[in-house]
């Protein structure tokens, strides 16, 4: 008999059955949170990732909240457009936190470390 293991991640009181590459993106799901610049704070949540590494949440910066579709490609969750636009980067630390960075027109524009909250 030939047995399967079943990874779930549970967030916002939902539970998600997790293939073997999804699961592999998963430790970018969850809520996550710090202080830009040391002062203003910040959030990322991540709902979903899919098998691709198609990634849904919510950035917060202060009072402002924005929803985005992202990209999790080599350890690096990453949207927008950072050379013609506004984009963020985020990559998690070998102590487990995440440092985010935000690019405006290809100059880096701010960052943050962030813990699960």
Same mark, same amino acid.
Request: hydrophobic fraction near 40%; aromatic fraction near 10%.
């Given at each position: ?30 809520? +996550? *949170?710090?202080?830009?610049? #040391? $002062? ?5 949540? =991540? ?5 691709? !590494? ?24 990453? +949207? *927008?457009?950072?050379?013609? #636009? $506004? ?5 998690? =630390? ?5 440092? !985010? ?17």
């Amino acid at each position: 008999m030939q047995s399967f293991a079943r990874r779930f991640v549970i967030t916002a009181g939902s539970a998600m059955l997790l293939s073997d590459r999804a699961w592999a993106q998963s430790p970018f799901i969850g809520k +996550w *949170g710090g202080s830009r610049g #040391g $002062v203003n704070d910040s959030t990322l949540e =991540l709902i979903t990732v899919t098998e691709a !590494g198609v990634a849904r949440g919510v950035y917060t910066f202060r009072d402002t909240s924005s929803k985005f579709i992202a990209k999790i490609e080599n350890g690096k969750l990453s +949207w *927008g457009d950072p050379v013609n #636009g $506004v984009g963020f980067e985020f990559t998690l =630390l070998p102590d487990g936190r995440l440092h !985010g960075e935000r690019y405006d027109h290809g100059s880096q524009a701010g960052d943050v470390t962030m813990t699960k909250v």
